[in-house]
């Protein structure tokens, strides 16, 4: 155990008649202890937003005041988050949000007795060594892109699909699992269309392709990204030029699917080949087809739902790891959706004759 932390924990009772708890911890290097709290504490004050702790820091040492269990929450938080700066990994917002809900996580699963570390599964990379799940629907994600040939993961943007479909994309690559990486999207979105964009058929798609480049280079060396796409080995295209291949020994993955005609998927789905994982994601609530147009993504969904080899994911705006305004304002738009569809629901009887 890389962390000191003294057991003192003193009971009173507040207001509400219930315990509360004081904790002090003191870490081991005061360095690593600095990276924890964060620039200005800015980590220890997110912890008290999301735990309703108070914490008082001083050199390496840190002491936390609060219910007990929200204590005692936060005291793993901070020893996990130690954890990985001793290991040479750097912590961001997210990481320390994804502690939080792996720490509650492993409550759960341990009420009794303190959790093993590393609950959330996680994905390896040369270039950006161990990423671990944040919640417990990024977890169920990668623990299904490890079970099944075909997984389907939707939900809102900011939840990290396409990022970590990447990752585990590249994982596969750099274990020798699969051969190729195929990435693709719908290269039609928003009512645009290609023949009025500027450029060659290359600097056509580039600009709907840009976020799987963005993805791509956070996990592998921008020189290994370039020889690979000479070779073969990586290749980012549009959906249309998936159409009469089969993909053997590759992992491929189809971004932005809520955009994809019913034919389209169809096509898609039957390139699957021998040795390959096919990730296909999406967010149903934002297509971009013509009004009256089915998504092939929420159609696909539908019909291999009953197959027990088919994965299948489904986030929520709870899960949005991107930013905290983010997540709040995919809620707002989700809210508004269903109270539309409410006020839809009611007013169909009255049309019926």
């Not at 938080?77 to 996580?105: F, H, P, W």
């Not at 959790?115 to 623990?143: C, H, S």
Request: charged share 25%; glycine share 8%.
């Amino acid at each position: 155990m890389t962390t000191l932390h003294d057991a003192s924990v003193a009971a009173r009772r507040n207001e509400s008649d219930e315990p509360d708890a004081e904790i002090s911890l003191a870490f081991e290097n005061n360095k690593y202890a600095a990276l924890v709290f964060g620039l200005y504490d800015q980590n220890l004050a997110r912890i008290e937003r999301r735990l309703k702790v108070a914490s008082f820091a001083n050199g390496n040492h840190v002491t936390l005041k609060g219910k007990t269990d929200a204590c005692e929450h936060a005291r793993r938080v901070l020893e996990a988050l130690y954890e990985r700066i001793a290991k040479g990994q750097n912590i961001t917002s997210g990481d320390v949000d994804g502690a939080i809900e792996e720490a509650a996580r492993q409550r759960s699963l341990f009420p009794n007795a303190e959790p093993a570390r590393g609950a959330f599964e996680q994905i390896i990379t040369r270039k950006r060594g161990m990423v671990r799940a944040r919640n417990a629907a990024q977890d169920q994600y990668l623990r299904a892109m490890k079970r099944y040939e075909l997984v389907f993961g939707e939900g809102p943007a900011g939840t990290g699909k396409t990022w970590l479909a990447v990752g585990h994309a590249v994982q596969l690559l750099e274990q020798g699992a699969v051969e190729r990486l195929i990435l693709s999207r719908p290269a039609v979105e928003a009512g645009e269309r290609l023949g009025f964009l500027p450029g060659d058929m290359r600097e056509k798609v580039d600009p709907y392709l840009r976020p799987i480049y963005d993805a791509l280079h956070d996990f592998m060396d921008s020189r290994m990204v370039e020889r690979g796409m000479q070779t073969g080995m990586i290749e980012v295209a549009p959906l249309a030029f998936m159409r009469g291949r089969t993909l053997t020994r590759a992992c491929v993955l189809l971004d932005e699917a809520q955009n994809a005609t019913s034919m389209q998927m169809k096509m898609f789905l039957t390139r699957l080949g021998e040795g390959s994982r096919m990730i296909v994601t999406g967010d149903p609530s934002q297509t971009d087809l013509p009004p009256g147009q089915t998504s092939g993504l929420s159609e696909a969904i539908t019909l291999l739902s009953d197959l027990d080899t088919v994965g299948r994911v489904k986030f929520s705006d709870a899960d949005v790891v991107r930013h905290e305004l983010v997540r709040q304002i995919v809620g707002a738009y989700d809210r508004a959706a269903r109270a539309k569809s409410r006020t839809h629901d009611a007013q169909e009887p009255s049309r019926q004759p």
